[in-house]
C-alpha cells in the first residue's frame, strides 16, 4: 500500500485560500482518496473526495459545508493529491489529513474516516484572525 505525506500548511489569514499537497509512494489513478481535517476536541471529519480514474462517471464529492469552497483535484503523473480551500475562517484551523480508501467502491459510499485506511501524518493549519 502506498504512503502518504503532506504538505502545504502553516498560518494564513482570515479570509484567504490555502493549498495542500498530498504525495504518495506509489501509483494513486486507480485509488479512492480523501482529504479530511481534525481540530483540537472534535472528530475527524471529510473535507473532500476523489474518485479514481475509471469512476468516469463520478464526480468529486464534497460536504455540505465545504461545498464552493473546496476543490480537489489529482496529478497522477506526480501521484500527488490536492487540496484548495479558500474563504478560510479561524474554525478552519486543524490538522489536515490525506487518506486512501479501504476500497475503490467506497468512493460511492458516504465519506466517513472509517472507510480510509491509509493517512498521512497531517499537516497543520492554522487561520488567524
Known amino acids: 500500500q502506498v504512503q502518504l505525506a503532506e504538505s502545504g500548511g502553516g498560518t494564513v489569514q482570515a479570509g484567504g485560500s490555502l493549498r495542500l499537497s498530498c504525495a504518495a509512494s506509489?501509483?494513486?489513478?486507480?485509488?479512492?482518496m480523501g482529504w479530511f481535517r481534525q481540530a483540537p476536541g472534535k472528530e475527524r471529519e471529510g473535507v473532500a473526495r476523489s474518485a479514481p480514474d475509471s469512476f468516469s462517471s463520478d464526480t468529486p464529492f464534497y460536504p455540505p459545508s465545504f461545498k464552493g469552497r473546496a476543490g480537489i483535484w489529482r496529478d497522477n503523473t506526480k501521484n500527488t493529491l490536492y487540496l484548495h480551500l479558500d474563504s478560510l475562517k479561524p474554525e478552519d484551523t486543524a490538522v489536515y489529513y490525506c487518506a486512501t480508501a479501504i476500497r475503490s467502491s467506497h468512493c460511492l459510499d458516504d465519506f466517513v474516516p472509517s472507510n480510509f485506511h491509509v493517512w498521512g501524518q497531517g499537516t497543520q493549519v492554522t487561520v488567524s484572525s
Open positions: 506509489g501509483d494513486i489513478f486507480d485509488l479512492c
